[in-house]
């Protein structure tokens, strides 16, 4: 029997305005064509990136709170062909009832094709992708979908979308930010609110932080993304 195999289609990469741009390009097509293939099924997980919040923990979070009934691993078939292993295991829990396993596939490879043409480009802005949630459901798709980019997921899960993160969800280390904008911005502050460290661009140029032992909390607005250096990476 035929496995499966998604048509690919012609795709306009922009690259004319750098990481920034394609940043853009990314949030605006991830929510549009997941939502297009799977008619809003798939609610949040499929498209817009998270909001960061003090409360949720570093890297990529989503949510299943308000998701359909899904269809049991055994009714997972294609209409023609069959699904290999990999993608099977991929599926099994991801397909709302009603829906074609193929679409909700074609998500989890157009993931891996994001994913594959921003390492080409520039690496960071592709694990910055992974850290805001603007390439979502990017764990299980490399999982079992494109296993080469184990290693950039791992990565990712380890930096810091803008937004406040506090106690057991601060690393100490050293971080460098992603495509920040003209108004990038973070403050470290310790114990009693101390301020241990904070500062702004107003270049949209990249910078570095370093969050000591001593940090109790970590602000970032403007800024994007931060991913670890060194041993913290």
């Known amino acids: 029997m035929d496995e499966v195999s998604v048509p690919g289609r012609r795709r306009r990469h922009h690259t004319d305005g750098g990481a920034g741009r394609l940043r853009l390009v990314l949030r605006r097509r991830q929510g549009e064509g997941a939502r297009r293939r799977t008619g809003g099924l798939l609610g949040p997980e499929a498209g817009a990136p998270a ?3 003090g409360s949720a923990e570093a890297g990529p979070q989503t949510s299943r709170s308000s998701e359909p009934p899904k269809t049991p691993t055994d009714q997972l078939t294609p209409v023609t062909g069959t699904f290999t292993k990999k993608q099977k295991e991929y599926l099994v829990d991801r397909v709302p009832k009603g829906m074609d396993p193929a679409a909700v596939l ?11 043409y921003l390492v080409k480009v520039d690496r960071d802005t592709a694990v910055g992708a992974v850290t805001t949630g603007e390439i979502a459901d990017a764990k299980p798709a490399v999982a079992h979908l494109c296993t080469q980019h184990k290693d950039l997921v791992a990565q990712a899960s380890r930096g810091y979308a803008d937004g406040t993160y506090k106690g057991k969800q601060l690393r100490p280390g050293r971080y460098r930010d992603v495509t920040p904008t003209k108004n990038c911005s973070w403050q470290i502050t310790g114990a009693n609110g ?3 460290a ?3 661009s107003d270049d949209g140029k990249r910078t570095a932080v370093t969050i000591p032992k001593a940090a109790l909390a970590f602000t970032s607005t403007g800024c994007y993304a931060w991913l670890p250096e060194g041993d913290n990476g």
């Open 51 to 53: 909001e960061p919040d």
């Open 106 to 116: 074609q998500t989890g490879q157009e993931t891996c094709d994001r994913l594959t």
């Open 194 to 196: 101390k301020d241990l």
């Open 198 to 200: 904070s500062d702004s």
